[in-house]
């Protein structure tokens, strides 16, 4: 069965480093869509992207977040410059229409 | 160190017992609800989904009742069974007027499977 996958599944990084997460959404699906979840709370989205652009984003999701599809696979999010306060679950997520999402794993980053 | 975060709702069922997990959601305009269930250090997995049209659908031991009039909407497990131990999250699919939705997660309920 297919699945969105992603990459770390763990990073660690300084306060201030720019930080590169990694997902790989079902190859058939045209919506994709990035959450995180905050240690002990609750799924919260960031933003949607289709058709190559952006389609909605979040107050979370401020001018140190930008996504990316760099090529027919792949699907980025880039941190430029980590707060503690990132630190989160980011989740990847992909639909083939504008119902059901399906989530990756997660990577967990850790910013010291 | 001390933890932060929400406290989740916890509700804790014997093996073979039918499972309940209630939630409500917060806009009157969502069209389709999911509930998940994410296990510890995994992401979310799908389990059902229901749209507004509709007040009931059945899946494998599993059953989700819509109440559009209160903006309620249940989880039904039946025969829960160890495996099943996780937080339970529903989703509603705000529209917005874009290209894509977004989900709105509710705060989740953590379900313990008792053998």
């Known amino acids: 069965e297919p699945e969105v996958t992603q990459t770390p599944s763990h990073q660690v990084t300084q306060m201030g480093q720019e930080v590169i997460l990694r997902c790989v959404p079902i190859s058939n699906h045209l919506y994709f869509y990035w959450y995180r979840q905050i240690l002990g709370q609750k799924v919260e989205f960031l933003v949607s992207?289709?058709?190559?652009?952006?389609?909605?984003k979040s107050e979370i999701f401020d001018d140190q977040f930008s996504v990316e599809r760099p090529d027919g696979s792949n699907f980025t999010l880039k941190i430029r410059s980590t707060k503690l306060e990132d630190s989160a679950m980011y989740f990847c997520?992909?639909?083939?229409?504008?119902?059901?999402?399906?989530f990756g794993p997660g990577t967990r980053l850790t910013v010291l | 160190g001390e933890s932060v975060g929400l406290h989740l709702p916890t509700l804790s069922v014997q093996e073979g017992d039918n499972s309940i997990i209630n939630c409500a959601y917060s806009n009157s305009a969502s069209d389709y609800f999911i509930w998940y269930k994410q296990e510890s250090g995994k992401g979310p997995q799908f389990i059902i989904d229901i749209r507004s049209n509709m007040d009931k659908r059945q899946g494998q031991r599993v059953t989700v009742l819509l109440n559009k009039t209160v903006k309620h909407l249940s989880l039904q497990i039946a025969a829960t069974q160890p495996g099943d131990s996780a937080v339970y999250f529903c989703?509603?699919?705000?529209?917005?007027?874009?290209?894509?939705?977004?989900?709105?997660f509710g705060t989740g309920t953590l379900l313990a499977v008792q053998p």
């Open positions: 997520a992909s639909s083939v229409n504008t119902d059901t999402q399906y």
């Open positions: 992207f289709y058709n190559n652009e952006i389609s909605e």
């Open positions: 989703a509603e699919n705000s529209p917005y007027g874009g290209a894509t939705n977004k989900l709105i």
